[in-house]
């Protein structure tokens, strides 16, 4: 049976969508493009790459899976011999690593969690597994589904695994009128296990919105209220936060020894903060990798994802004067990534965008669609995706940042963004100082983590001062910190932009390029009322000098004491090259300059004359045997 065929069939039961040969989804939305319909699914599992057959867990399939790995010395084969009464009767496939997934019905709040004795995975909501049926995989008996092991269920919502009974007899009243039955040393034990299990894991204490969602509902199912009201009776979410902040400070301070924490392994005051450490169970992931030279020489050249301009997983800035088109060409290059369509004719890398547009929702609305239109190329199921929300990218907790990370992950489940924009830096720095280097150091890191965390590049929108050549407006902590860097100069009354590459690491910059701003007008059907946008334009005839209002006059001026030289016989020859010596020139500037201005013609002006006609390219001097040279 081929591949669409056997996910025809498997569809009667599950919704399915496309992976590749390493498990990742194929198609835009991951998994959660998954689908029923036969006709969607001929035309997702025709897509390039489509190999293996995914099915998502939790509620939208009714399945929740128990990965066992068995690959790379992981000990699964034990692990399943140990827990085989836990395990139970259920149904089993065999994975193409030799592995096992288990499979159970689906109960609420079991959510993926990865590395239970580091064999273990689970996958509940927002998660998939690659079904039996695909290549590799394949059912090893036709057992019922049973219902998910319940204490693999509570390492998977993030509660503790220790035996935490939660006693309700006793109705006695401490000195706050409290009701005394258990319940608060069942909150304690709960607490403090889960913060210990989560250290031993992560290496770091949980964030309090952590413990809310993972462990609270926990407690919350298995105690009872003598008055139909926890917090009332002093023993519910208010109470529940109190412990949590003892707990994490008796942590930190090292007292947790009762729970075998050592003071030594408590993380130190610079280290990531614990909002970025776990975000609903799936955290930032960092790892620290060491690479022999061989390794390193094997490393490819680096990919653009823009052609000569933006290169994939790095770290750039786009900046210019206000007005100088700057989200214009930002929101161009982030919806031809998406499209994968070609940047004025410069070919791009397809992938997933996330737009932080901090300047509003109505701008970049407009802006969208007359790129749309302007292209006639449809906006409907592009993985692009505009965050309208205000964000600090300048907050040392970080707080946004895991926010933002939970939300893509939601999201898009295991389908990583390529490219954040961070639209504009000052809209996203909060109340911080653009002009500090310790703020912009923040900055910086927050951008590298959410490119640590979704191995893609970030693309920050920023300003410079009235004059670009002056470069980015604030602390040069931003510069020394990425690899690429775009100025944008529009040139005065017009609205032509010339697009400069001052920054690349690793490879030879861009060429200078000229765009216009062109304007395009629509009518949303919903609203029924024209809109007007801009789009961006390679110009044809760019100007040859966008610097010409810069010393144009002493240009001018030394371009016809040059020709009048030559016509008058000061012609010279050395090798292959002709021209007029510098001596010459200087002695001609002086007789002219004496003639037609009654003075003699200064050192400073004799400077700006050289320096300035001589930088286009088209007349220039050559220092080394002091003769000069004009191309017509």
């Known amino acids: 049976m081929d591949l669409i065929s056997t996910a025809l069939e498997i569809a009667e039961e599950y919704p399915v969508f496309p992976c590749d040969v390493k498990k990742r989804p194929v198609c835009q939305g991951g998994f959660k493009a998954a689908t029923q319909d036969p006709d969607e699914i001929e035309r997702l599992f025709s897509t390039q790459g489509a190999a293996l ?9 009714g399945l929740s899976v128990i990965d066992i790995d068995v690959r790379d010395g992981k000990q699964g084969e034990k692990w399943v011999k140990d827990n085989a009464e836990l395990l139970g009767q259920t149904r089993v496939a065999e994975t193409q690593s030799g592995g096992w997934h288990y499979y159970y019905k ?3 709040g079991i959510r993926n969690r990865a590395g239970i004795d580091g064999c ?26 049973a219902p998910f092991p319940p204490t693999v269920a509570a390492q998977s919502t993030g509660t503790a695994t220790a035996s ?7 109705s006695d009243i401490d000195s706050l009128n409290r009701v005394v039955d258990g319940r608060e040393k069942y909150m304690a034990r709960l607490v403090m296990a889960s913060v210990a299990d989560y250290y031993r894991e992560n290496g770091a204490f949980p964030s309090m919105e952590w413990m809310v969602e993972n462990v609270y509902p926990t407690y919350e199912a298995r105690v009872k209220s003598r008055t139909g ?9 208010d109470e529940f936060r109190k412990k949590v902040t003892s707990t994490i400070t008796r942590g930190i301070e090292g007292k947790l020894t009762d729970l075998h924490i050592a003071p030594t ?43 000569d301009y933006l290169i994939e997983k790095s770290f750039a800035v786009m900046y210019g004067a206000p007005a100088s088109y700057k989200s214009f060409l930002a929101i161009d290059w982030a919806l031809s990534i998406a499209h994968g369509a070609d940047w004025n004719g410069r070919p791009t890398q397809q992938g997933t965008v996330v737009y932080l547009a901090m300047e509003g929702q109505s701008g970049i609305t407009n802006r969208a669609e007359a790129w749309h239109r302007d292209r006639k190329l449809s906006n409907e199921g592009i993985p692009f995706y505009a965050v309208t929300n205000p964000i600090s990218m300048a907050d040392a907790e970080a707080t946004d940042v895991a926010l933002l990370s939970e939300a893509v992950k939601d999201l898009l489940g295991t389908v990583r963004p390529s490219l954040f924009v961070v639209d504009t830096l000052a809209r996203s720095f909060g109340g911080a100082d653009e002009n500090s280097a310790t703020d912009m150091g923040i900055f910086v890191r927050n951008c590298d983590l959410l490119r640590e965390q979704f191995d893609c590049a970030v693309l920050a929108v920023h300003h410079s001062g009235k004059d670009v050549e002056k470069g980015l407006r604030g602390s040069s902590a931003l510069l020394g910190a990425v690899d690429t860097s775009i100025a944008l100069g529009r040139k005065a009354e017009t609205q032509q932009v010339c697009v400069k590459n001052p920054k690349q690491k690793d490879v030879e910059e861009a060429e200078p390029l000229w765009l216009e701003a062109r304007e395009v007008s629509f009518v949303r059907e919903a609203f029924g009322q024209e809109q007007t946008s801009l789009v961006l334009d390679v110009m044809e005839n760019a100007p040859s000098n966008e610097k010409k209002a810069q010393g144009s006059k002493h240009r001018d001026f030394a371009v016809k004491v040059l020709r009048g030289m030559l016509d008058e016989g000061f012609l010279h020859t050395e090798g292959d090259f002709s021209g007029v010596k510098l001596s010459d020139f200087r002695d001609e500037l002086n007789r002219i300059s004496v003639t037609t201005q009654g003075k003699p013609f200064h050192r400073e002006n004799h400077k700006r004359v050289t320096t300035n006609w001589s930088c286009d390219g088209s007349v220039f001097i050559i220092h080394n045997n002091e003769l000069i040279n004009e191309r017509w």
């Open 53 to 61: 057959i995914g099915v998502p867990t939790g509620d939208i399939s």
């Open 265 to 307: 392994k408590v993380a130190p005051a610079n280290s990531l903060p614990a909002s970025l450490v776990e975000v609903s169970g799936r955290g930032f992931e960092r790892q620290i990798k060491l690479r022999t030279l061989g390794e390193l020489s094997n490393t490819p050249p680096p990919t653009f994802m823009v052609a």
């Open 106 to 108: 689906h109960s609420a």
């Open 120 to 145: 273990v995975d689970v996958r509940g909501s927002g998660g998939y597994c690659v079904f039996p049926g695909s290549i590799g995989y394949k059912w090893l008996n036709d057992n019922d589904f």
């Open 229 to 237: 009201d926890l917090n009332a009776e002093g023993r519910g979410i």
């Open 164 to 170: 935490l009974a939660a006693p309700m007899g006793g």
